[in-house]
């Protein structure tokens, strides 16, 4: 078990358990922060969208072909966007840094 931590819509930076396996955006979900994550894990809307921080970008597998169409839409992209659901957490993403996106403010 380690940790992620979870810059929110407010700029307030969270520390959230993470458990190998799963995704990040469960890891946000799960601890109660706010995060529409309208599909749940489909790969098929964009309320999921996190910022990695830059420093932890190249540990990460790149996007697919689908989460790169995703991406292309949602409302604010940036070199550093992901889709949270589509990033599964282990051991090397201890300490990741991640911020969530415009996209992702619940209804
Ligand atoms: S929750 Fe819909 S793409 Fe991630």
């Known amino acids: 078990m380690g940790t992620i931590r979870v810059t929110d819509l407010e700029g307030v930076t969270h520390t959230v358990e ?3 396996g799963r995704s990040v955006m ?12 309208a599909c749940f894990g489909c790969c098929s809307c964009s309320t999921c969208h996190v910022y990695v921080d830059p420093e ?3 540990k990460l597998p790149p996007p697919g ?3 790169e169409d995703i991406l292309d839409m ?12 589509q990033i599964t ?7 990741l840094h991640v911020t969530l996106a415009e996209d992702t403010r619940p209804d």
Request: with cysteine.
């Open 18 to 20: 993470a458990e190998p």
């Open 26 to 37: 469960e890891l946000i979900y799960d601890a109660g922060l706010p995060i529409k994550a």
């Open 56 to 58: 932890w970008l190249d």
């Open 65 to 67: 072909p689908d989460e």
């Open 74 to 85: 949602t409302a604010e992209p940036r070199d550093t966007s992901r889709l949270s659901c």
């Open 89 to 95: 957490y282990n051991d090397a993403l201890d300490g």
